[in-house]
C-alpha cells in the first residue's frame, strides 16, 4: 500500500513579464498577490493576469527510509513554472526533514501547469507550492531468531545468508546464530551457505512475538570417518514467546 502526500498552491505568486532592453528581450518578475475578489498585479506592470493551472499532478511517495520512524509534515517549494508550464526551477523555502525534502522535489519536477498569462500571453511565473506528508502506521513487527546447522552432524555454520527473494536479511554469525526482525505476516525464506544445498522454509510472523527455530542444511560432501547422526527435518521450532 502506498502512502501519498498531496499538494497544494499558496496565494502568491510573482510572475515574470517580457521586455525589450539594449541586449534583446529581458525577463521582468512582477508581484502577484491572490485575495478573495480576485489576482492583482501592481498599477501598471500588467492588466491582467490569469494564474497558472495545474493540468498533471504529482504525488510523492512516503520514504520508505522514514517508514519505521514516521513523522508527518509539510515541504514549502517555490516553483518557477516557465512559459510552456513546465517546472524549470524547485527549491525549498521551507523544509521538514531531509528524506521529506528530497521526495517533494523530486516530485515537483514532474509537475506540469497550464501557464500563467500576462495580458493574454504566456510568462513565466514563480509560486509557492506544497506537498503535505502524512506519516503511515508504523510496521507492526515480529522476532525471527535461531541458528543454523549441517544435517546430520549439527555442526553450526557460521556465515549462512538468509534471504526474501534476492534480498539478504541477513547472515549467521561465527557460532551459527541469526537474529531477524520482519513485518507480520507469512515470509517465505531460503537460507544459503557454501558447500550445503539450499533450504526454502515459510515463517508466518506475529507482531510483538518472537520465534526461535533451528534450520538444517544438507552437507553436499560427506565428510569420512564421521559419526552422522541422522535427523532428516529440515526445520524445527524451539521456543515461540
Same mark, same amino acid.
Given at each position: 500500500?502506498a502512502f501519498?502526500?498531496?499538494?497544494?498552491?499558496s496565494?502568491?505568486a510573482?510572475a515574470q513579464?517580457?521586455t525589450?532592453?539594449?541586449?534583446?528581450?529581458?525577463?521582468t518578475?512582477?508581484d502577484?498577490t491572490?485575495?478573495?475578489?480576485?489576482?492583482?498585479?501592481?498599477?501598471?506592470?500588467?492588466?491582467?493576469?490569469?494564474?497558472?493551472? @495545474?493540468?498533471?499532478?504529482?504525488?510523492?511517495?512516503?520514504?520508505?527510509? @522514514?517508514?519505521r520512524a514516521?513523522?508527518?509534515a509539510i515541504?514549502?517549494l517555490? @516553483?518557477?513554472i516557465?512559459e510552456?508550464?513546465?517546472?524549470?526551477?524547485?527549491?525549498?523555502?521551507?523544509?521538514?526533514?531531509?528524506?521529506?525534502d528530497r521526495a517533494a522535489?523530486e516530485a515537483?519536477?514532474?509537475?506540469?501547469?497550464?501557464p500563467?498569462t500576462?495580458?493574454?500571453k504566456?510568462v513565466p511565473?514563480r @509560486?509557492?507550492?506544497q506537498?503535505?506528508?502524512v506519516?503511515?502506521p508504523?510496521?507492526?513487527?515480529?522476532?525471527?531468531?535461531?541458528?543454523?546447522?549441517a544435517?546430520?552432524?549439527?555442526?553450526?555454520?557460521?556465515?549462512?545468508?538468509?534471504?526474501?527473494?534476492?534480498?539478504?536479511l541477513g547472515e549467521?554469525?561465527?557460532?551459527?546464530?541469526?537474529?531477524?526482525?520482519l513485518s507480520?505476516?507469512?515470509?517465505t525464506?531460503r537460507? #544459503?551457505?557454501p558447500?550445503h544445498?539450499?533450504?526454502s522454509?515459510t515463517?508466518?510472523?506475529t507482531?510483538g512475538?518472537?520465534v526461535?527455530?533451528?534450520y538444517?542444511?544438507?552437507?553436499l560432501i560427506?565428510?569420512p570417518?564421521?559419526?552422522?547422526? #541422522?535427523d532428516?527435518?529440515?526445520r524445527s521450532?524451539?521456543?515461540?514467546h
Open positions: 500500500m501519498i502526500a498531496w499538494a497544494a498552491l496565494s502568491s510573482r513579464t517580457g525589450e532592453g539594449v541586449g534583446g528581450k529581458t525577463r518578475e512582477v502577484v491572490a485575495a478573495d475578489g480576485g489576482v492583482y498585479v501592481p498599477e501598471g506592470a500588467a492588466t491582467q493576469l490569469i494564474p497558472p493551472e @495545474l493540468v498533471t499532478p504529482s504525488p510523492a511517495p512516503y520514504p520508505e527510509e @522514514l517508514r514516521p513523522v508527518s515541504v514549502h517555490e @516553483l518557477l516557465g510552456a508550464g513546465s517546472v524549470e526551477e524547485v527549491k525549498v523555502a521551507q523544509g521538514a526533514h531531509p528524506a521529506l522535489v515537483a519536477r514532474k509537475l506540469a501547469f497550464r500563467a500576462v495580458d493574454g504566456p511565473v @509560486l509557492r507550492y506537498y503535505e506528508f506519516a503511515p508504523p510496521v507492526r513487527t515480529g522476532t525471527l531468531a535461531g541458528e543454523v546447522r544435517k546430520g552432524t549439527r555442526r553450526p555454520i557460521p556465515g549462512a545468508a538468509l534471504l526474501e527473494g534476492e534480498q539478504l549467521t554469525t561465527p557460532d551459527g546464530r541469526f537474529t531477524l526482525e507480520e505476516g507469512a515470509h525464506l537460507v #544459503r551457505a558447500g544445498a539450499d533450504s522454509v515463517e508466518t510472523v507482531a512475538q518472537r526461535e527455530v533451528v538444517r542444511l544438507q552437507p560427506s565428510e570417518y564421521t559419526t552422522v547422526i #541422522r532428516e527435518r529440515p521450532e524451539v521456543a515461540r
